[in-house]
């Protein structure tokens, strides 16, 4: 199947800096795409782009297969979702969803059932007359992508829409937009520097830094399976160490942490050998957490230790445990199962983890 978006070797200079550095990828039909990244890393610079609001230094669009270069925003058959929504507070609602259909010309009595419909997909059916101030921002959210998806675009682009929204709405809003998305069953790109929002409503996930794609995969393949440092740091939570190979054999690395640790870790298929320096990547949630170190026999890699901190936050919650063996504390998720309930700070521990778990990067640069 044709893919709705292409970007090709897509490049963006703004005078010597590279904002956007020969980037490519593509969305195939329905689906939902992110672009995850730190701020200044070329995010809305993508998107500009795709809409034609920039012109490209180099590199193609494609929609739908065919090169969009010539032709100008307000006929490409895409819309964009703006941070701030930018909704026209004179209008009421249903004016501010039928603005683009009257600029097109359409029929008053049409432009009514469009808006209509669209109002009743965003579960709204009610609010036509309302003034957009009479809105909770969350409404007001779901107004903006109707505007939008009234005008059946191929590939609506949203660039950070949650961003204005508190902390508790933006939760509710990741899963209305995935259902929303799924609903109108139009392919959506989607930016974000917020990890969990992309992470949970996207089929494809793009992590960009310095006006590159390090990778894009899944949500499961960023998480488990980093190809890159950068990755490793930016999607999830790791404890992290430097240190350096000692044994290389049968893809199993005997490696030591600067703070004198000795590791087991797995390759991965990663070019990695003795005498060379590497960062080693472990989730706090990889690594059990026993009253004693026979509990851990089935793990590569054993620590004892005692708890610095206890961090609750329900579910979430984790523990600092300072290894006897040194090194800096590392970070454990705390079982909610109620064994460790009376769990306090200066306890005795022990922690144990797989290889397998870990993710090795060699590491570059000055020592
Ligand atoms: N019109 C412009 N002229 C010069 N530099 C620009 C222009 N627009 C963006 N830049 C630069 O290009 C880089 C990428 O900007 P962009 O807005 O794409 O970042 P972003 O990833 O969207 O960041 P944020 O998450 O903060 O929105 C930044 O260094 C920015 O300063
Ligand atoms: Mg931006």
Redesign the pocket.
Known sequence: MTPDLECDALTKR??A?L??DDVSFSVPPGSFFSIL??????????MRMIAGF?APSGGDIRIKGRSVLDVPPNKRPVNMVFQHLALFPMMNIADNIGYGLRRKGLPRAEITRKVGEVLERIGLPDIATRKVEELSGGQKQRVAIARCMVLEPDVLLL??PLGALDLKLREHMKIELKALQAAFDTTFVY?T?DQSEALVMSDQIAV?NA?RFEQVGTAQELYYRPETAFVAGFVGDSNRWSGRVETASGGTLGLRTEGGLLMQATAHGRPLATGDRAEIYVRPEAIRLARQDADLAQFDNRLSGRVTSLLFNGAASRILVQSDQGGPEIEVTLPQSGEFADLGRGDAVHIGWSGAQSNCFARTGAA
């Open positions: 703004f005078g800096a904002a956007v990244g730190p701020s200044g890393c070329g995010k809305t610079t993508i920039l660039d950070e930016i520097h960009m006006g």
